[in-house]
């Protein structure tokens, strides 16, 4: 019992590369017998198979998807919390929080090391306590190469290139509709994200507000600056969030729920950008919010605590979380 954990972890007693299943519900794929605010799975289902296990039993799961919508092929990791599995909720859909990283974002999506930086123990702690939803979490690569040159994509459909924008806000949020039990309303789903990778969650949000409600991004960029949008401005600025915030506002919505942090510690480029973008564009359809992170660095390990500090509770009382049968 006590050398359990340790040959866990040195995967003597591993269930890795194994198939795995999510579609669990009372019915079977693509039949809507959940209530009226799920999305049942609809299928196909994706051959998922078991990358990590967590401490509480849950798993994360990887699958290779092949986006219609984007035409882009690229691994996307996921994660169910306990409740998940608990049958009180089997006909009920979980909201949707898809986690991108900072950095390359490829191959890997930092976020799927569970264990190592601890987002998803810290969801399903946080939901114990009554700080945060109990999300599902999908975690699908940023980016279809290296960084190595100085690209990167921008999480964006930039002309010429790998469509981006479309696997990040159609692609992945259909596979997860195939294989998992959702909410119908756009209250739950929401993006969250560091550096590069809250840049692509807030123009996300910004730019499909209809399908999205909040994202929580840390220490992000806030305008599109990729060397590839050279010689495309119209379409750089069609992806800008100043752009698309100003224009929400003017259109008085839907309302939209961005929680920013920044570290204390990282470039004043950065705490300023946001406090201006905050000032110029929080008002009306746009909800926002800052969490400054005391001596925070430009890092995971500062952002995962922090978003336990305010950001998970503010983002998760504005959206929709499972229905317990009775």
Excluded at 29 to 47: F, L, N, W
Excluded at 71 to 81: E, L
Excluded at 102 to 109: E, H, Q, S, V
Excluded at 186 to 199: I, K, L, N, Q, V
Aim: no cysteine.
């Amino acid at each position: 019992m006590v050398a359990w954990p340790v040959l866990r972890h040195l995967e003597v007693f591993s269930d890795k590369g194994e198939h795995i299943s999510f579609a669990q519900g009372p019915g079977p794929i693509g039949v809507q017998t959940g209530d009226s605010r799920t999305s049942m799975p609809t299928g196909p289902e994706a051959d998922f198979t078991i990358e990590s296990t967590l401490d509480d039993g849950t798993k994360i799961a990887q699958t290779t998807l092949h986006g219609a919508k984007s035409g882009f092929t690229g691994q996307v990791w996921v994660w169910a919390p306990l409740q998940y599995k608990d049958p009180k909720y089997a006909k009920s859909g979980f909201p949707v929080l898809i986690a991108l990283p900072g950095g390359a974002g490829y191959p890997k999506n930092y976020w799927m090391g569970g264990n190592d930086l601890k987002l998803q123990p810290s969801i399903a702690t946080w939901s114990e306590e009554g700080k945060s939803l109990p999300f599902i979490v999908v975690m699908p690569v940023l980016n279809p190469a290296p960084d190595d040159r100085g690209i990167y994509w921008d999480g964006s459909d930039i002309p010429g290139q790998p469509k981006m924008g479309t696997w990040l806000t159609e692609d992945v949020p259909n596979l997860v509709k195939a294989n998992f039990r959702t909410l119908k309303s756009r209250d739950g789903w929401a993006f969250m994200g560091s550096s590069t990778g809250g840049f692509a969650g807030l123009k996300a949000v910004l730019k499909h507000p209809d399908k999205f409600k909040a994202v929580i991004a840390s220490g992000p960029d806030i305008v599109p600056d990729s060397p590839l949008w050279k010689g495309h401005e119209k379409e750089r600025q069609e992806n800008n969030p100043q752009v698309l915030a100003k224009r929400l506002g003017a259109r008085k919505g839907p309302d939209v729920y961005l929680a920013f942090q920044v570290g204390t510690k990282e470039r004043k480029k950065t705490m300023a950008d946001v406090k201006k973008f905050i000032a110029e564009h929080g008002k009306g359809p746009v909800h926002t919010m800052l969490l400054e992170i005391p001596n925070g660095s430009h890092n995971a390990a500062t952002y995962v605590p922090g978003m336990g500090e305010g950001p998970i509770e503010w983002v998760s009382k504005h959206m929709q979380g499972p229905t317990a049968r009775e």
